[in-house]
Nanobody, 120 residues
Framework: QVQLVESGGGLVQPGGSLRLSCAAS????????MGWYRQAPGKQRELVAIITSGGTNYADSVKGRFTISRDNGKNAVYLQMNSLKPEDTAVYYC???????????????WGQGTQVTVSS
């Protein structure tokens, strides 16, 4: 199996910063895309940022404020969040597209989520 464990969420004032981390472990041959999604109360889960070998993509609402990065040696992905706004409040989920052995299909795995609350 593959496990994703997030950390770094919390309560921050508007304009503040947080850094989320996510580490993948388990039966991993290769990780392709890694990304961050979020889900606010009463809303659907949405893509925040994604990183592949080809580059990065961001939701329009976070462009210029959030930065996604990864450490392939550690099977980890990070999300640096600056200039946070109350509307960024949500549970943030890490996602990874993983193949578990050479030639096997790719599957998506999710972390358990970490709460980010932006409030004064």
């Amino acid at each position: 199996q593959v496990q994703l464990v997030e950390s770094g969420g919390g309560l921050v004032q508007p304009g503040g910063s947080l850094r989320l981390s996510c580490a993948a472990s388990g039966s991993i041959f290769r990780i392709y895309a890694m990304g961050w999604y979020r889900q606010a109360p009463g809303k659907q889960r949405e893509l925040v940022a994604i990183i592949t070998s080809g580059g990065t993509n961001y939701a329009d609402s976070v462009k210029g404020r959030f930065t996604i990065s990864r450490d392939n040696g550690k099977n980890a992905v990070y999300l640096q969040m600056n200039s946070l706004k109350p509307e960024d409040t949500a549970v943030y989920y890490c996602n990874a597209e993983v193949s578990r052995m050479l030639g096997s299909p790719r599957y998506n795995y999710w972390g358990q989520g970490t709460q980010v609350t932006v409030s004064s």
